[in-house]
DNA sequence: TTAGGGTTAG
């Protein structure tokens, strides 16, 4: 059970012991069944308990704490029909373990049916009753039940303050959570490290640093730090985007734990520093510290958007030397790793290796078909995993939908839209109609998106009109694109992804006064966009290029190796360079110097000069790739016969003999 | 005999 101390040895001598001390039977046996417990030997406690004749309610309770405490909740709710068999009715203590267990398994009729039994013997007033009543409620994600509860309870301790603090914060409701804490404060209520820790997740839903760190010196000030608050608020300064914040913490905390080190790992991975979190998990196991399968499933996210191949081999061979379980997240991590770094073959392997798939393994592996512009194979794999009989969600179907879309299946995509919504009752979300208006749009049908759009249940949000605005581009579908640009600009002021996408309609227009004056206000509104890159892995190093860069140590030779490669392109290839995806007021010479620089053709020259002749390259790049870099890529492939994988923003692309997977449509 | 905490997956 994850918190707990680890269990102690069982001692013989102890059970002796307590034998042969002079108390009653019952006394004695119940003393045993603690012992037990805390040892989290379960079954020599429920032996223990079939030997007391004369069982009281406290050998009757001891039991079923011993099945909550060792995390055997549905075997705790079993027991109750036993203990009714056995004459004996729940009281206080019995509700408490019930409740955590009900909790635990979120099993909310359940846990209404304890509710009412508790206030029909009155024992809701209970302080303890109460508060695990609420957080049975939370955990059940109804905490409007848990607020009720909380405000009929007439003594609160500070565990009840706690509790519906993290009600509240967990529920999105961070301001109340606040108000909350700080009724609490007013209260005179007792501060401990877990009402900080209780308090400081409503600032990872705020995505303020500033209450972080006010909540970190009251901590410091008020001596409440321990291992877990600490590892919480390296956390949150992490989903703050306070890298430096966390990496202070991490340096300071002394005992660290796996916790520690996954939380920075995660930290690394989620601000996009992925060589840095590689690095700290390799670090890691320089210590005493020994990754568990949650380090391992965050490397592996870390090493999938990295799309480092080998290093993703390493941590499925670390996986397999240390006889890691091929089942639930880790699994499934290491299909989207695999597929993430562009390995289709591994990815199949590994998910037709697992015994159990559940959900989320076929989602990953619908998911990677898609992204790998295999439409027909993903639905395929949808319809395999219906037979087996697990049900999809609003992720697979999100996933399927994906596929759809990349690989240009539009009936399929409105039938599958359909069938979530009359089939398995599931409301798509904004996600699942953008990818509805993605496949319409960029199949050429931007007037039935616009349409599609109109009729949805839901008040369209920027990532329907994104969808849109970017097919627009595509079929020069100019005037509809103003529409979409201007509600994408409207409900998402604060992305500057999306004012360079407008800026370049203008730019394509021919508009320029317009699209400077929208890239303008990237600056304007103090907004940073990333600089497009691209990187590939050559040997155990990943190496990174931004458009025009010279700072890689072989520069020279790379820039020589691309002017090479664009000349035989050129000569043997006929390719000629178009201009129009250079979305510069310049000349035609420097726009077409502009596409000789982009970073993914500097990855492809390392990558010819770095690898002996035939072996595939693959490249990832942050952004989408260019329709020029698209061709030039075909061409490479064929005149070089290189297998060329390339990752971008959106999915993969498999350039062999001059022709690419995605068939041109992406 | 009884309650509340941290890192992870599609």
Known sequence: MQGRQPAASPSTALHAAILKCGSEVNIQHNALLVMYTKCGHVYSALRVFREINEKDYISWNSMLSCYVQNSLYAEAIKFIAEMFQGGFQPDNACIVSLCSAVGHLGWLINGREVHAYAIKKLLDT???????????????????????????????????????????????????????????????????????????????????????????????????????????????????????????????????????????????????????????????????????SVALVSILGAVADLSSLAKGKEVHGFLIRRNFLMEGATVSSLVDMYSGCGSMSNALKVFNGAKCKDVVLWTAMINAAGMHGYGKQAIDLFKRMVETGVAPDHVSFLALLYACSHSKLVDEGKCYLDMMETMYRLEPWQEHYACVVDLLGRSGKTEDAYEFIKSMPLEPKSVVWCALLGACRIHKTHELAMVAADKLLELEPDNPGNYVLVSNIFAEMGKWSNAKEVKAKISERGLRKDPACSWIEIGNNVHTFTARDHTHRDAERIHLKLAEITEKLRKEGGYIEDTRFVLHDVSEEEKVDVLHRHSERLAIAFGLISTHPGTPLRITKNLRVCGDCHEFTKLASKLFEREIVVRDANRFHHFRAGSCSCGDFW
């Open 126 to 292: 209970d302080t303890q009753v109460g508060n695990t009543l609420m957080d049975m409620y939370m955990k059940c994600q109804y905490t409007e039940y848990s607020t009720h509860v909380f405000e009929r309870m007439r003594i609160k301790d500070h565990i009840s303050w706690t509790t519906i603090i993290t009600c509240y914060a967990r529920s999105s409701q961070h301001f109340e959570a606040l108000e909350k804490f700080r009724e609490a404060r007013k209260e005179g209520i007792k501060v401990d490290p877990m009402m900080i820790g209780s308090i400081i997740e409503a600032c990872s839903g705020l995505k303020t640093s500033l209450l972080a760190k006010q909540l970190h010196s009251f901590a410091i000030r008020n001596d409440l730090l321990d291992l877990v608050l600490k590892n919480r608020i390296l956390d949150i300064y992490g989903q703050c985007g306070e890298v430096y914040h966390s990496l202070r913490m991490f340096e300071t905390v002394e005992e660290k734990d796996i916790v520690t080190w996954t939380s920075m790992i995660n930290c690394y991975a989620n601000s996009g520093l992925l060589n840095e979190a590689v690095a700290l998990f390799a670090e890691m196991q320089n210590t005493d510290i020994q990754p568990d």
